[in-house]
Protein backbone atom coordinates (compact mmCIF):
# COMPACT_ATOMS: atom_id res chain seq x y z
CA UNK A 1 0.00 0.00 0.00
CA UNK A 2 1.37 3.79 -0.80
CA UNK A 3 2.46 5.39 2.00
CA UNK A 4 -0.15 8.21 2.99
CA UNK A 5 0.38 11.93 2.66
CA UNK A 6 -0.48 14.43 5.50
CA UNK A 7 -1.44 18.16 3.84
CA UNK A 8 -3.90 20.54 5.08
CA UNK A 9 -7.62 19.84 4.40
CA UNK A 10 -9.65 21.53 1.19
CA UNK A 11 -12.74 22.40 0.38
CA UNK A 12 -13.08 19.66 -2.26
CA UNK A 13 -12.08 17.33 0.78
CA UNK A 14 -15.59 17.77 2.51
CA UNK A 15 -17.99 15.02 0.73
CA UNK A 16 -15.23 12.24 1.82
CA UNK A 17 -14.57 13.50 5.10
CA UNK A 18 -18.33 13.90 5.86
CA UNK A 19 -18.86 9.87 5.01
CA UNK A 20 -15.95 9.33 7.48
CA UNK A 21 -16.73 11.26 10.16
CA UNK A 22 -20.25 10.28 9.70
CA UNK A 23 -19.20 6.09 9.94
CA UNK A 24 -17.70 6.88 13.57
CA UNK A 25 -20.55 9.14 14.44
CA UNK A 26 -23.02 6.32 13.52
CA UNK A 27 -20.95 3.90 15.40
CA UNK A 28 -21.64 5.82 18.72
CA UNK A 29 -25.36 6.46 18.03
CA UNK A 30 -27.59 4.57 15.70
CA UNK A 31 -28.58 6.27 12.49
CA UNK A 32 -26.77 9.89 13.86
CA UNK A 33 -25.28 11.53 10.88
CA UNK A 34 -24.72 15.22 10.51
CA UNK A 35 -24.50 17.27 7.13
CA UNK A 36 -21.40 18.62 5.38
CA UNK A 37 -22.58 22.17 6.51
CA UNK A 38 -22.95 21.30 10.01
CA UNK A 39 -19.19 19.80 9.80
CA UNK A 40 -17.48 22.65 8.03
CA UNK A 41 -18.84 25.30 10.28
CA UNK A 42 -17.55 23.27 13.11
CA UNK A 43 -14.24 23.31 11.88
CA UNK A 44 -14.36 27.02 10.84
CA UNK A 45 -16.34 28.28 14.13
CA UNK A 46 -17.69 25.56 16.31
CA UNK A 47 -20.93 27.34 16.93
CA UNK A 48 -21.47 24.38 19.85
CA UNK A 49 -19.10 24.88 21.90
CA UNK A 50 -20.52 29.04 22.80
CA UNK A 51 -18.42 29.15 25.92
CA UNK A 52 -14.83 27.27 24.63
CA UNK A 53 -14.92 28.93 20.78
CA UNK A 54 -14.09 32.12 21.30
CA UNK A 55 -10.80 31.09 23.28
CA UNK A 56 -9.21 29.43 20.24
CA UNK A 57 -6.37 31.42 18.77
CA UNK A 58 -5.07 28.88 16.47
CA UNK A 59 -7.26 26.02 14.59
CA UNK A 60 -5.94 23.75 11.64
CA UNK A 61 -7.55 21.03 9.79
CA UNK A 62 -5.26 17.85 8.38
CA UNK A 63 -6.07 14.78 5.87
CA UNK A 64 -4.52 12.13 5.07
CA UNK A 65 -4.82 10.84 1.64
CA UNK A 66 -3.43 7.22 -0.13
CA UNK A 67 -3.76 7.08 -3.73
CA UNK A 68 -6.23 10.19 -4.16
CA UNK A 69 -8.68 9.02 -1.67
CA UNK A 70 -9.14 10.50 1.91
CA UNK A 71 -8.64 8.08 5.05
CA UNK A 72 -7.93 9.78 7.90
CA UNK A 73 -8.55 13.46 9.10
CA UNK A 74 -7.65 15.76 12.24
CA UNK A 75 -8.92 18.93 13.86
CA UNK A 76 -6.80 21.25 15.85
CA UNK A 77 -7.17 23.59 18.25
CA UNK A 78 -4.96 26.34 20.03
CA UNK A 79 -6.13 28.36 23.43
CA UNK A 80 -5.30 31.54 23.76
CA UNK A 81 -3.20 32.46 26.75
CA UNK A 82 -5.05 35.94 28.44
CA UNK A 83 -6.79 36.26 30.98
CA UNK A 84 -10.74 36.08 29.80
CA UNK A 85 -9.17 32.60 29.67
CA UNK A 86 -10.20 29.54 31.97
CA UNK A 87 -6.79 28.86 33.69
CA UNK A 88 -7.05 25.30 32.80
CA UNK A 89 -7.79 26.17 28.91
CA UNK A 90 -4.98 29.36 28.94
CA UNK A 91 -2.07 28.11 26.08
CA UNK A 92 -3.51 24.71 25.31
CA UNK A 93 -3.91 22.48 22.28
CA UNK A 94 -6.01 19.54 21.34
CA UNK A 95 -6.87 17.52 18.38
CA UNK A 96 -10.16 18.36 19.12
CA UNK A 97 -11.23 14.86 17.15
CA UNK A 98 -9.38 12.59 14.56
CA UNK A 99 -10.93 9.79 12.91
CA UNK A 100 -9.47 7.77 10.44
CA UNK A 101 -11.09 4.01 8.14
CA UNK A 102 -9.59 0.87 10.58
CA UNK A 103 -7.95 -0.50 7.25
CA UNK A 104 -5.37 2.66 7.19
CA UNK A 105 -4.19 2.64 10.57
CA UNK A 106 -0.77 3.90 9.74
CA UNK A 107 -2.50 7.00 8.09
CA UNK A 108 -3.87 7.18 11.07
CA UNK A 109 -0.61 7.18 12.74
CA UNK A 110 1.52 9.43 10.20
CA UNK A 111 -1.89 12.17 10.97
CA UNK A 112 -1.27 12.21 15.11
CA UNK A 113 2.05 12.49 14.45
CA UNK A 114 2.02 15.68 12.24
CA UNK A 115 -0.58 17.14 14.47
CA UNK A 116 1.62 16.99 16.98
CA UNK A 117 4.17 18.37 15.45
CA UNK A 118 1.90 21.42 14.56
CA UNK A 119 0.91 21.83 18.39
CA UNK A 120 4.38 21.47 19.19
CA UNK A 121 4.98 24.14 16.84
CA UNK A 122 2.35 26.30 18.56
CA UNK A 123 4.00 25.91 21.97
CA UNK A 124 1.14 24.66 23.75
CA UNK A 125 1.93 24.30 27.40
CA UNK A 126 -0.39 21.14 27.46
CA UNK A 127 -1.58 18.71 24.56
CA UNK A 128 -4.87 16.59 24.95
CA UNK A 129 -7.24 14.74 22.57
CA UNK A 130 -10.80 14.36 22.10
CA UNK A 131 -13.61 12.72 20.04
CA UNK A 132 -15.48 16.15 19.56
CA UNK A 133 -17.11 15.36 16.24
CA UNK A 134 -20.41 17.97 16.46
CA UNK A 135 -23.46 16.01 17.91
CA UNK A 136 -24.44 15.49 21.33
CA UNK A 137 -22.83 11.99 22.09
CA UNK A 138 -19.71 12.67 20.21
CA UNK A 139 -16.94 13.37 22.60
CA UNK A 140 -14.12 10.98 24.90
CA UNK A 141 -12.77 8.59 22.69
CA UNK A 142 -15.69 5.98 22.20
CA UNK A 143 -14.95 1.93 23.07
CA UNK A 144 -16.36 1.71 19.46
CA UNK A 145 -13.02 3.78 18.11
CA UNK A 146 -10.52 1.40 18.95
CA UNK A 147 -8.40 2.25 16.06
CA UNK A 148 -8.71 5.63 17.18
CA UNK A 149 -7.46 4.87 20.77
CA UNK A 150 -4.60 2.85 19.08
CA UNK A 151 -3.46 5.96 16.93
CA UNK A 152 -3.57 8.44 20.10
CA UNK A 153 -1.45 5.93 22.31
CA UNK A 154 1.11 5.59 19.43
CA UNK A 155 1.40 9.57 19.16
CA UNK A 156 2.24 9.39 22.86
CA UNK A 157 -1.03 10.18 24.47
CA UNK A 158 -2.57 7.94 27.53
CA UNK A 159 -5.89 7.01 28.32
CA UNK A 160 -5.68 4.93 31.18
CA UNK A 161 -6.40 8.17 33.67
CA UNK A 162 -9.43 8.87 31.56
CA UNK A 163 -12.41 9.88 32.81
CA UNK A 164 -15.25 7.07 32.05
CA UNK A 165 -18.75 7.54 31.08
CA UNK A 166 -21.51 5.16 29.31
CA UNK A 167 -24.30 5.99 26.84
CA UNK A 168 -27.79 4.82 27.41
CA UNK A 169 -30.60 4.69 25.31
CA UNK A 170 -33.91 3.38 23.97
CA UNK A 171 -37.62 4.39 22.82
CA UNK A 172 -39.99 6.22 25.22
CA UNK A 173 -42.70 3.37 24.76
CA UNK A 174 -41.84 1.65 28.32
CA UNK A 175 -42.03 4.55 30.06
CA UNK A 176 -45.73 4.78 31.56
CA UNK A 177 -48.04 7.94 31.88
CA UNK A 178 -47.49 9.56 35.33
CA UNK A 179 -49.63 8.68 38.44
CA UNK A 180 -50.35 10.12 41.49
CA UNK A 181 -48.13 11.80 43.08
CA UNK A 182 -46.15 9.74 45.44
CA UNK A 183 -45.98 11.59 48.54
CA UNK A 184 -49.00 13.56 50.12
CA UNK A 185 -48.67 17.79 48.83
CA UNK A 186 -46.33 16.70 46.17
CA UNK A 187 -46.99 18.50 42.91
CA UNK A 188 -45.47 19.08 40.18
CA UNK A 189 -44.28 22.36 38.19
CA UNK A 190 -43.73 22.96 34.64
CA UNK A 191 -41.00 25.91 34.28
CA UNK A 192 -38.22 27.25 31.56
CA UNK A 193 -34.92 25.38 32.85
CA UNK A 194 -31.41 25.66 30.70
CA UNK A 195 -32.14 23.83 27.14
CA UNK A 196 -35.95 23.83 27.87
CA UNK A 197 -39.48 22.97 29.79
CA UNK A 198 -37.69 21.93 33.49
CA UNK A 199 -40.43 19.81 35.56
CA UNK A 200 -40.17 20.46 39.59
CA UNK A 201 -41.51 18.76 42.26
CA UNK A 202 -42.43 21.00 44.88
CA UNK A 203 -43.41 20.20 48.46
CA UNK A 204 -44.61 22.47 51.30
CA UNK A 205 -43.53 25.75 49.01
CA UNK A 206 -39.60 23.91 48.31
CA UNK A 207 -38.50 22.48 44.86
CA UNK A 208 -37.20 19.11 45.97
CA UNK A 209 -36.70 17.25 42.78
CA UNK A 210 -36.24 18.03 38.91
CA UNK A 211 -35.97 16.59 35.15
CA UNK A 212 -34.70 18.51 32.43
CA UNK A 213 -33.82 17.16 28.79
CA UNK A 214 -32.39 18.68 26.35
CA UNK A 215 -35.48 17.94 22.91
CA UNK A 216 -33.69 19.83 19.99
CA UNK A 217 -30.35 18.37 18.88
CA UNK A 218 -31.60 19.16 15.32
CA UNK A 219 -30.00 22.62 16.38
CA UNK A 220 -33.51 24.13 14.47
CA UNK A 221 -33.43 22.06 11.77
CA UNK A 222 -29.84 21.06 10.92
CA UNK A 223 -29.24 18.30 12.20
CA UNK A 224 -32.02 16.21 10.75
CA UNK A 225 -30.88 12.99 11.34
CA UNK A 226 -31.01 13.74 14.73
CA UNK A 227 -34.66 14.53 14.70
CA UNK A 228 -36.73 12.82 17.36
CA UNK A 229 -34.10 12.41 19.85
CA UNK A 230 -33.49 13.95 23.44
CA UNK A 231 -31.17 13.36 26.10
CA UNK A 232 -31.39 13.90 29.96
CA UNK A 233 -29.56 17.07 30.97
CA UNK A 234 -30.96 17.12 34.79
CA UNK A 235 -32.50 14.41 37.15
CA UNK A 236 -32.12 15.56 40.93
CA UNK A 237 -33.77 14.68 44.38
CA UNK A 238 -33.38 16.08 47.69
CA UNK A 239 -31.60 13.43 49.48
CA UNK A 240 -34.08 14.08 52.52
CA UNK A 241 -36.54 12.72 49.88
CA UNK A 242 -34.58 10.12 47.93
CA UNK A 243 -36.45 6.47 47.62
CA UNK A 244 -40.15 7.22 47.87
CA UNK A 245 -40.76 7.56 43.62
CA UNK A 246 -39.71 11.29 43.23
CA UNK A 247 -37.19 10.49 40.94
CA UNK A 248 -39.57 8.07 38.51
CA UNK A 249 -42.56 10.02 38.79
CA UNK A 250 -40.64 13.14 37.23
CA UNK A 251 -39.29 10.97 34.74
CA UNK A 252 -42.84 9.84 33.69
CA UNK A 253 -43.69 13.64 33.49
CA UNK A 254 -40.92 14.77 31.14
CA UNK A 255 -41.30 12.09 29.21
CA UNK A 256 -44.77 12.41 28.92
CA UNK A 257 -43.86 15.57 27.81
CA UNK A 258 -41.37 14.83 24.89
CA UNK A 259 -43.51 12.32 23.52
CA UNK A 260 -46.40 15.03 23.10
CA UNK A 261 -43.66 17.10 21.65
CA UNK A 262 -43.39 14.42 18.52
CA UNK A 263 -39.68 12.71 20.81
CA UNK A 264 -39.54 8.72 20.55
CA UNK A 265 -35.68 8.21 21.35
CA UNK A 266 -33.83 8.58 24.49
CA UNK A 267 -30.21 9.11 25.09
CA UNK A 268 -29.00 8.80 28.74
CA UNK A 269 -25.14 9.81 30.10
CA UNK A 270 -24.05 8.23 33.68
CA UNK A 271 -20.21 9.44 34.52
CA UNK A 272 -18.39 8.90 37.79
CA UNK A 273 -20.91 7.67 40.80
CA UNK A 274 -23.81 8.04 38.64
CA UNK A 275 -22.51 5.14 36.12
CA UNK A 276 -24.35 2.93 39.61
CA UNK A 277 -27.48 4.11 38.37
CA UNK A 278 -27.52 2.28 35.06
CA UNK A 279 -30.01 -0.48 36.47
CA UNK A 280 -32.45 2.12 37.50
CA UNK A 281 -32.41 3.54 34.32
CA UNK A 282 -32.84 0.37 32.96
CA UNK A 283 -36.46 0.23 33.96
CA UNK A 284 -37.80 2.50 31.76
CA UNK A 285 -36.31 0.29 28.61
CA UNK A 286 -32.75 2.27 28.48
CA UNK A 287 -29.58 -0.05 27.85
CA UNK A 288 -26.44 0.68 27.78
CA UNK A 289 -24.87 1.05 23.70
CA UNK A 290 -21.26 2.06 24.61
CA UNK A 291 -18.50 3.24 26.73
CA UNK A 292 -16.25 6.82 26.25
CA UNK A 293 -13.55 7.99 28.10
CA UNK A 294 -12.76 11.39 28.38
CA UNK A 295 -9.10 13.10 29.17
CA UNK A 296 -6.84 11.51 27.21
CA UNK A 297 -3.42 13.67 27.65
CA UNK A 298 -0.33 13.56 25.76
CA UNK A 299 3.00 12.43 28.37
CA UNK A 300 5.63 12.17 25.44
CA UNK A 301 7.01 15.06 24.23
Same mark, same amino acid.
Not at 59 to 80: C, I, K, M
Not at 86 to 109: K, M, N, Q
Not at 243 to 272: E, K, P, S
Given at each position: ? *?????? +? ?8 ? !? ?10 ? +?? %??? #? !? ?9 ? *? &?????? +? ?19 ? $? ?10 ? *?????? &? ?47 ? *????? $? @? ?10 ? #? ?20 ? +? ?24 ? @? ?12 ? #? ?5 ? %? ?14 ? &? ?15 ? &?????? @? ?33
Amino acid at each position: M *PDPVVR +PFHRADRDQL !TVLVNAHISTVV +PG %WAV #S !TAVLLAQIERD *P &GQYVTD +PWVDDRATLVAEVSGRLVGAA $HLRRYRDDADVA *PDWRGT &GEIAWLVCWPAHEPAGDALAATSVRVLDAWGVRRCSADGDLPTPATYGI *PDGWP $H @VARVLTAAGFDG #SSAREEVHLAGGLDDVPEPGPA +PLPGLAVRRVVGTFGARFDAVLDGDV @VGFAEAQDDHTRGG #SLSRLDG %WADLAELHVAEHVRGQ &GIGTWLVQHLVAWLRLG &GTDRFL @VALGGEDVGLEPWFARFGWRRIGRVRRGWERVQR
